[in-house]
């Protein structure tokens, strides 16, 4: 491989909710896919594991850091302060989701 080309690495953004935490979706992206990093999170002191409702592949780190931040910033009111959760239902979620798709399509 050439010294001047770059790898894209791209990875995925998520939408994950947790019975133990009603009423919230957790937001954020991973290299990982979706159901393994809702595995990895349920080791992190919460007691139910959590459930991939929505998630978005992309295929290099730029178009993936800015489509996790544009989500932020869209829920920016409903977020939980200093965490990745928002305040939000499910139904929200499933309709983003489906605007989401048909935009980054």
């Given at each position: 491989m050439p010294?001047?080309?770059t790898v894209k690495k791209g990875g995925?953004?998520?939408f994950l909710t947790n019975p133990a935490i009603p009423g919230h979706v957790k937001i954020g992206k991973s290299t990982r896919p979706p159901e393994e990093?809702?595995?990895q999170?349920?080791?992190t002191?919460?007691?139910r594991p959590y459930k991939v409702v929505?998630?978005?592949r992309f295929d290099d780190e730029?178009?993936?850091l800015r489509a996790e931040r544009e989500l932020h910033a869209k829920y920016a009111a409903r977020r939980v302060p200093n965490r990745e959760f928002?305040?939000?239902t499910l139904q929200w979620s499933r309709r983003k989701r489906c605007c989401w798709s048909c935009r980054s399509a």
């Open positions: 010294d001047d080309e995925y953004v998520y990093r809702a595995r999170l349920f080791t002191a919460v007691p929505a998630f978005q730029e178009t993936l928002l305040k939000l």
